[in-house]
Nanobody
Framework: QVQLVESGGGLEQAGDSLRLSCAAS????????MGWFRQAPGKEREFVSG????????YYSDSVKGRFTISRDNAENRVFLQMNSLKPEDTAVYYC??????????????WGKGTLVTVSS
């Protein structure tokens, strides 16, 4: 089992950049595909980005493609989400999640508690 703790959320203005970080417990971090999801007020949780266990494959939703970049540091047990050109519609609680496979499928098994990102216009 893996425990996930997100950090880096905050209040930003439109056009700003922000970097989220997710720290994972355990010694086999590279065996987990990782992802970021978000839930805006009054909306369902949605996929943002995913990355394979080795980091060689990444996935993005259409709404963030070209603006957000996912990466991971397996030596440090961390996954990151670099968010550029933020928009008010990016406002949400962002969740880090892990999948019990190094191959990304989007079926996540473990979830963090989330970090709030608020983007003002």
């Amino acid at each position: 089992q893996v425990q996930l703790v997100e950090s880096g959320g905050g209040l930003e203005q439109a056009g700003d950049s922000l970097r989220l970080s997710c720290a994972a417990s355990g010694r086999t971090f590279g065996s987990y595909a990782m992802g970021w999801f978000r839930q805006a007020p009054g909306k369902e949780r949605e996929f943002v980005s995913g990355i394979s266990g080795s980091g060689d494959k990444t996935y993005y939703s259409d709404s963030v493609k070209g603006r957000f970049t996912i990466s991971r540091d397996n030596a440090e047990n961390r996954v990151f989400l670099q968010m550029n050109s933020l928009k008010p519609e990016d406002t949400a609680v962002y969740y880090c999640a892990a999948e019990d496979s190094s191959i990304w499928s989007g079926r996540m098994d473990y979830w963090g508690k989330g970090t709030l990102v608020t983007v003002s216009s």
